[in-house]
Antibody, heavy 116, light 111 residues
Framework: QVQLVESGGGLVKPGGSLRLSCAASGFTFSDYYMSWIRQAPGKGLEWVSYISSSGSTIYYADSVKGRFTISRDNAKNSLYLQMNSLRAEDTAVYYC?????????WGQGTMVTVSS | QSALTQPASVSGSPGQSITISCTGT?????????VSWYQQHPGKAPKLMIYEVSKRPSGVSNRFSGSKSGNTASLTISGLQAEDEADYYC???????????FGGGTKLTVL
């Protein structure tokens, strides 16, 4: 079945780094535009970053620009998010999601906690 | 990019209809027919309910419908059921560098 599975979350100190992964299965990953979307505890959804199907076009929310890097490996059906210089306000569940115009495939999310 | 504006909460009794509004600007909701709606139950991932303002993905009940007028989009749920109790988020495309701007979310309570 169509599935996205995130991994790589955890507890990290302010200023630290973390790399999230998202493994896709059950659909043609290389055809899909992919995004990372996060949700702080008890808060709403926030779009973080987007990468086109080929990886040639990338955008970031202003809140993470210069600190986060999105990438993908279509041969491995995988999406990544390298997060550097992490701040307390980056604490959230991070979802990978597929689609453009609408996010029609979602993973279950991985929790990132930034705390000393 | 500012978040879209949604009411914090709405409620209704089983069988009734409710409407959730989502107000943006001429730079997002008003400019594109790319408004989507998501349902999120506690501890679960969001689920796409409506895309391109009024289209339903396969498998979503026809009790869910969407519309748009000017800078405001709306989600209507008819024949409310207990399982509809959840948080609902709207989202709009806002230009090529901002794939999605979300609303703050609306908590639907089925009385």
């Amino acid at each position: 079945q169509v599935q996205l599975v995130e991994s790589g979350g955890g507890l990290v100190k302010p200023g630290g780094s973390l790399r999230l992964s998202c493994a896709a299965s059950g659909f043609t990953f290389s055809d899909y535009y992919m995004s990372w979307i996060r949700q702080a505890p008890g808060k709403g959804l926030e779009w973080v970053s987007y990468i086109s199907s080929s990886g040639s076009t990338i955008y970031y929310a202003d809140s993470v620009k210069g600190r986060f890097t999105i990438s993908r490996d279509n041969a491995k059906n995988s999406l990544y998010l390298q997060m550097n210089s992490l701040r307390a306000e980056d604490t959230a569940v991070y979802y990978c999601a597929g689609g453009i115009g609408a996010f029609d495939i979602w993973g279950q999310g991985t929790m990132v906690t930034v705390s000393s | 990019q500012s978040a879209l504006t949604q009411p914090a909460s709405v409620s209704g009794s089983p069988g009734q209809s409710i409407t959730i509004s989502c107000t943006g600007t001429s730079s997002d909701v008003g400019s594109y027919n790319l408004v989507s709606w998501y349902q999120q139950h506690p501890g679960k991932a969001p689920k796409l309910m409506i895309y391109e303002v009024s289209k339903r993905p396969s498998g979503v009940s026809n009790r869910f419908s969407g519309s748009k007028s000017g800078n405001t989009a709306s989600l209507t749920i008819s024949g409310l059921q207990a399982e509809d109790e959840a948080d609902y988020y709207c989202c709009s495309y806002a230009g090529s560098s901002t794939l999605g701007v979300f609303g703050g979310g609306t908590k639907l309570t089925v009385l």
